[in-house]
């Protein structure tokens, strides 16, 4: 049985997603929703997508569209999500899930009540740099001590990855740090008991801390310190140090290398070495399969508590 899907935004990670699906096999995209007609008419065309719209109901309207793929500003990302899963949809949501711990919760329970399947593209937990290390952790051949963490991108002004202007704004604490608080306590193995943050000053215009650091403690002992910046003009990126028991492995994108700086093999982990492909695979084969998906919205929610938390000790009432 083909997949048919719907994807809500043409932007730069929505091509990534057009780009994954290409390769997995009985998926194919039947809608495009994105804000600029011409434009998404343009990347419908390059793909080979059937329908073109600026409102997401038009797509959830089409009975045959299985499924939805929401690549869209972040403050739409939880009632959208509802919206998908009223509509009766399988729905994967880009990281975060929400901006408002309220938000997310809604859509766990709603997703509870229509049993669809409902993920978030929470992609360390997929990308084969860390599904290495988490092998070795599930083995009990490694257990975290520390992890330290950089997220460091140079965004002055409101641009998305391809370098052209936001309609929206970009969140250090509900986006990106949203992806090393998850991925902390997954590979802990064990839930989050203490997070602290501290953020440096706002942003005249964009209205955002522009600097923060956080600490994060996991009931098991292991610590976690993530220091996030749209101030640094480079090297970008994000990069993870596991320091544990039995090693230290350094994390950049796709690549892993042990403390001494040596290059670990990570290329038969999984079927890709593409997180984003790696991540859509798990949502579709959730589908198939009627299963929980990795990253399910339910899984990630503790994240987003902790996120609630933070955010309340930086904007005290």
């Excluded at 719209?53 to 299985?66: G, R």
């Excluded at 802990?188 to 215009?205: E, K, Y």
Aim: aromatic share 6%; glycine share 6%.
């Amino acid at each position: 049985m083909t997949i048919k899907v719907a994807l809500a935004g043409a932007g730069a990670f929505g091509l990534k997603h057009l780009d994954a699906m290409k390769l997995i096999p009985d998926v194919e995209v039947v809608s495009l929703i994105s804000r600029d007609l011409a434009k998404t008419q343009e990347v419908a065309s390059k793909y080979g997508i059937p329908h073109v719209t600026t409102k997401l109901e038009d797509s959830l309207a089409i009975a045959e569209v299985d499924a939805v793929i929401l690549v869209t500003p972040t403050q739409m990302h939880a009632s959208q999500t509802l919206a998908c899963l009223e509509a009766g949809k399988h729905v994967q949501v880009e990281i975060p899930l929400c901006d408002a711990l309220k938000d997310g919760q809604a859509v766990v329970q709603r997703a509870k009540e229509t049993g669809k399947v409902a993920m978030c593209g929470h992609t360390r937990r997929f990308n084969p740099s860390h599904q290495w290390v988490r092998q070795r952790i599930v083995k009990d051949e490694f257990h975290i001590q520390q992890m330290d963490v950089q997220t460091y991108f140079f965004r002055r002004t409101n641009m998305n990855a391809l370098g052209q202007p936001r309609s929206w704004t970009d969140h250090l604490l509900w986006h990106h740090a949203a992806h090393t608080v998850d991925l902390f306590a997954y590979q802990a193995r064990s839930p989050i008991v203490q997070a602290n943050a501290l953020q440096g000053p706002i942003h005249p215009t964009l209205g955002i801390a522009m600097d923060m650091s956080i600490q994060l403690k996991a009931a098991n002992g292991a610590i976690c310190t993530l220091s996030l910046s749209f101030n640094n003009e480079g090297p970008l990126g994000t990069f993870f140090r596991y320091i544990g028991d039995t090693g230290t492995y350094i994390a950049r994108y796709d690549d892993l290398f042990n403390g001494k700086e040596e290059k670990i093999d990570v290329s038969q982990v999984d079927v890709s070495m593409n997180g984003i492909e790696l991540q859509d695979r798990e949502f579709f084969a959730a589908i198939r399969e009627g299963r929980e998906p990795n990253a399910s919205v339910a899984q990630v929610l503790p994240c987003y508590e902790v996120l609630h938390r933070l955010e309340q000790q930086l904007n005290p009432a």
